[in-house]
Nanobody
Framework: QVQLVESGGGLVQPGGSLKLSCAASGIRFTIYTISWFRQAPGKQRELVAHISTGGSTYYTDSVKGRFTISRDIAQDTVYLQMNSLEPEDTAVYYC????????????WGQGTQVTVSS
């Protein structure tokens, strides 16, 4: 059974930091592209960052220079370090895994709430 479990969300003041974790089980971690998406109230889900099987990374423009995606292959875990948080970063953050050889193998976590507010 495939599971993606996010953790690390919470309430933080503007300018603060949070580190999200996505722990994967039931998949061969090294053949999946792992992404972080977010969905704010009333808005569509958007891609925030991803890390490929080869380790290359992508960031949406609004988080470049503030967020860093990384992975620990031994722990089957991907992280999203979020610095200089802004109220606009408030959303539910979701972890997603897609098999690089078969995109129909596509899995989502349950999400973790991030709220940036003073």
């Amino acid at each position: 059974q495939v599971q993606l479990v996010e953790s690390g969300g919470g309430l933080v003041q503007p300018g603060g930091s949070l580190k999200l974790s996505c722990a994967a089980s039931g998949i061969r971690f090294t053949i999946y592209t792992i992404s972080w998406f977010r969905q704010a109230p009333g808005k569509q889900r958007e891609l925030v960052a991803h890390i490929s099987t080869g380790g290359s990374t992508y960031y949406t423009d609004s988080v470049k220079g503030r967020f860093t995606i990384s992975r620990d292959i031994a722990q089957d875990t991907v992280y999203l370090q979020m610095n200089s948080l802004e109220p606009e970063d408030t959303a539910v953050y979701y972890c997603n895994a897609v098999n690089r050889w078969d995109s129909s193998n596509n899995y989502w976590g349950q999400g973790t709430q991030v709220t940036v507010s003073s």
